[in-house]
């Protein structure tokens, strides 16, 4: 329902037919249709998980560098992923990072013992399309003696045999091993 429609609905029914207040009514409506639009786009604004145009303004305040031409997803991703990033550093807070990057499940695990740090892509195939700021996201915020291993995923040989014909040329190649580059 239009804000008109709306504005319209509050006047006694006699006022339903004239012409002059229906005239005021779409020109209000108008206005206050563009007020709701304009406010409902600033609250936007006010997260990182929905800013569009604020976005540089979070990635200058986080020192993240500004590339417009990236993708939306992937510059909101980086500025969500710094601001998990603070705090003390433990497996979940790296997950959480991670998952920031990755829309499918990331396991993580931190091996003290072995100095290392493993990243593994559960249900994504091929490489993610924002890799290179996850590895510099998670080499910022990582204790420096800790190295990071990632563990990509691809379709193995056994998932393959079993798909159809159609589904494997839908499937692109960077999905299979040694696919695409």
Do not use: C
Request: hydrophobic share 35%.
């Amino acid at each position: 329902m239009s804000k008109a429609e709306v504005w319209m609905s509050y006047l006694p029914s006699y006022y339903q037919h004239v012409r002059e207040i229906k005239t005021i009514a779409e020109v209000e409506g108008t206005e206050l249709d563009r007020l709701a639009y304009d406010i409902e786009d600033v609250m936007n604004q006010s997260y990182p998980e929905t800013a569009t145009w604020a976005l540089s303004r979070y990635e200058q305040e986080l020192n993240v560098p500004v590339n417009l031409a990236k993708p939306v997803e992937q510059r909101r991703s980086v500025v969500i992923s710094k601001m998990r990033g603070s705090g003390k550093v433990s497996g979940s807070m790296l997950k959480s990072v991670a998952q920031a990057y990755e829309r499918g499940s990331i396991d993580v695990s931190v091996q003290p013992e072995e100095y290392k740090i493993k990243i593994r892509f559960v249900d994504t195939y091929g490489l993610p399309p924002n890799l290179n700021d996850l590895k510099a996201a998670i080499e910022e915020i990582k204790p420096a003696h800790l190295a990071v291993e990632y563990s990509l995923r691809y379709l193995t040989i056994a998932e393959a045999e079993s798909m159809t014909v159609e589904k494997i040329e839908l499937t692109t190649q960077d999905r299979f091993l040694g696919g695409g580059a």
